[in-house]
């Protein structure tokens, strides 16, 4: 059974960091390009990073410079580090898997984490 499950999520002050993890079980998340989306309440779900199989990474505009995505293949992991968060970063945070740089959304998705950014 294919399912993917992120972690890390949670309350953090305006300026704060936060680091998100995505595990697999069922395949290895290093044969396939990773998306890290999210959905904020009334909000379309948007897509904040990307990284392909072979590393290549794109990130929204909104994130850029501020956020950071990479894989730990000893981990088995595809992490999300956030830095600098603001209050309008404030959603919940899929992991996804399977998509292209041109389509970024596969068709693996983890449930969610919620990251709240408030003081």
């Known amino acids: 059974q294919v399912q993917l499950v992120e972690s890390g999520g949670g309350l953090v002050q305006p300026g704060g960091s936060l680091r998100l993890s995505c595990t697999a079980s069922?395949?290895?998340?290093?044969?396939?390009?990773i998306g890290w989306f999210r959905q904020a309440p009334g909000k379309e779900r948007e897509l904040v990073a990307f990284i392909s199989v072979g590393g290549f990474t794109l990130f929204a505009d909104s994130v850029r410079d501020r956020f950071t995505i990479f894989r730990d293949n000893a981990q088995k992991t595809v992490s999300l580090r956030m830095n600098s968060l603001k209050p309008e970063d404030t959603a919940i945070y899929y992991c996804?898997?399977?998509?292209?740089?041109?389509?970024?959304?596969?068709?693996?998705w983890g449930q969610g984490t919620q990251v709240t950014v408030s003081s």
């Open positions: 069922g395949f290895t998340l290093d044969s396939y390009a």
């Open positions: 996804n898997a399977g998509g292209t740089l041109r389509t970024p959304a596969g068709q693996y």
